[in-house]
Nanobody, 120 residues
Framework: VQLVESGGGLVQAGGSLRLSCAAS????????MAWYRQAPGKQRELVAA????????MYADSVKGRFTISRDNAKNTMYLQMNSLEPEDTAVYFC??????????????WGQGTQVTVSS
């Protein structure tokens, strides 16, 4: 069981990035999944979560209206589309899996993280 994030990078404020999380194993479609982030000197925080079938989602207040979480179970991949990025979004973004519902996150499985840096 492995989660691998990609898509991070450096972007100017107001720009966009799309993160991907590729999962190995057949567990993917049976688990809720989530994106978390951790900025320097801060605790890891939930950004967005999605149910196993993709019909239900939830977002942190700070990203509502700017970020969109989605998943493609046929490809074992989850995405985070990030628009209107702000310097405050700068953090390492982690993919998470293993919880039964999106309200039970975080699960026990973490990716290695991908750095997102937003310049002002």
């Amino acid at each position: 069981v492995q989660l691998v994030e990609s898509g991070g990078g450096l972007v100017q404020a107001g720009g966009s990035l799309r993160l991907s999380c590729a999962a190995s194993g057949s567990f993917f479609r049976f688990n809720a999944m989530a994106w978390y982030r951790q900025a320097p000197g801060k605790q890891r925080e939930l950004v967005a979560a999605i149910s196993s079938g993709g019909r239900s989602t939830m977002y942190a207040d700070s990203v509502k209206g700017r970020f969109t979480i989605s998943r493609d179970n046929a490809k074992n991949t989850m995405y985070l589309q990030m628009n209107s990025l702000e310097p405050e979004d700068t953090a390492v973004y982690f993919c998470n899996a293993g919880s039964r519902t999106l309200y039970d996150t975080p699960g026990s499985i973490w990716g290695q993280g991908t750095q997102v840096t937003v310049s002002s």
